[in-house]
């Protein structure tokens, strides 16, 4: 057998890995639960018994392993550090280290989850093909990734790609989970879709299916309805698409990748979405008629473990 790499997605829930060859070919992935009682001491011995087990059960010896990425859902500095993982109860320590001497001094790397998603995704999925991608993952958050000549951009202080946190709406009164206000993610993300229907709901009386939903509304009812001829969760939709748009156009005037990927729960809206934010994004970034397209993800749930792969494959 030949070199492989592990990937590894640490959640607030489940820890996702993956063995691969160094082609990107996924030979097996599977999950432990993420343990984050007793100060989340168990996370990193569990990932580190977990891959000994796998490698042992397909007959693998260590010394055939190049290494294991590890996406992480926090900032994480430039030595693999981080200083805070809210989700995981984490604070001043460097995760890629500490596993690395559990594993034998196997080479970890860590980054962002996000960022290590797009990695994955421009490696083997929506992205592959392209050295320059930005993936926009429209959750329940809005997260991003950049990736400029296939290696992630994280920037000094860990803030490259925090695309939902990007100032979008001036006339906006509620704060964004991050303390902003306007922010892209209070629009865009599956909780900002769901929030501008009942917004919009409330203040005009035009008849919608949405309202048979109440309160309880959510992104996938908005789209779907707006897909279906629905003139206000269409309205809603065209918003959405408005600042997504806007946004990308920023960013492509910054960075100028060759592709934006998008991802996450939102985006199974499909090309009808895609569509949408094109438009807008083509007319604010009209000083070029050969800005990056924009695409859908492929990878789903699985971008962690292949970005976090690919990570040491440089």
């Known amino acids: 057998m030949g070199k492989v790499c592990v990937g590894i997605d640490v959640g607030g829930t489940t820890v996702k890995l993956g063995l691969f060859e160094t082609t990107g070919r996924l030979m097996d992935k599977w999950e432990i639960p993420t343990r ?3 100060g989340a001491k168990n996370i990193l011995p569990d990932i580190a018994a977990s891959i000994r087990r796998k490698l042992e059960d397909l007959e693998i010896e260590m010394e055939d392993v190049v290494g294991a990425g590890m996406g992480i859902p926090g ?3 430039p030595d693999g550090s981080v200083t805070l993982c809210v989700n995981l109860g984490w604070r001043d320590m460097n995760p890629q280290r500490e ?4 594993l034998d001094g196997l080479p970890v790397k860590g980054g962002n989850d996000a960022n ?3 990695l994955g995704e421009m490696w083997q999925g929506g992205g592959k093909g392209f050295s320059d991608i ?3 993952t429209l959750g329940t958050g809005v997260g991003g990734g950049v990736i400029i000549d296939e290696k992630i951009v994280a920037g000094r202080h860990g803030l490259g790609g925090e695309i939902g946190h990007i100032h979008a709406r001036d006339e906006e009164t509620e704060s964004c989970n991050c303390g902003g206000v306007g922010c892209l993610e209070q629009i865009a993300s599956a909780t900002g879709i769901a929030r501008e229907a009942r917004r919009k709901m409330a203040a005009e009386t035009t008849p919608s299916v949405l309202r048979e ?3 309880s509304v959510t992104a996938k009812d908005v ?3 707006a897909k279906a001829g629905d003139a206000l969760a269409d309205e809603v939709v065209e918003i959405a698409s408005r600042y997504l748009g806007l946004v990308l156009s920023q960013v492509a005037l910054t960075v100028d990748p060759e592709a934006f990927v998008i991802g996450g729960g939102v985006s199974r809206a499909g090309q009808f979405l895609i569509d949408k934010i094109d438009k807008y994004y083509r007319k604010y970034t009209v000083i070029s008629k050969d800005a990056g397209i924009i695409t859908l993800a492929k990878l789903g749930n699985d971008a962690g473990i ?3 792969a690919r990570m040491v494959l440089d």
């Open 36 to 38: 984050t009682e007793d």
């Open 134 to 136: 930005v993936m926009v």
């Open 306 to 308: 292949y970005g976090a």
């Open 116 to 118: 290590v998603a797009a």
């Open 213 to 215: 939903k109440g309160d």
């Open 223 to 225: 789209l779907d309805a």
């Open 99 to 102: 596993l690395s001497a559990m």
């Open 75 to 77: 900032p994480v500095l």
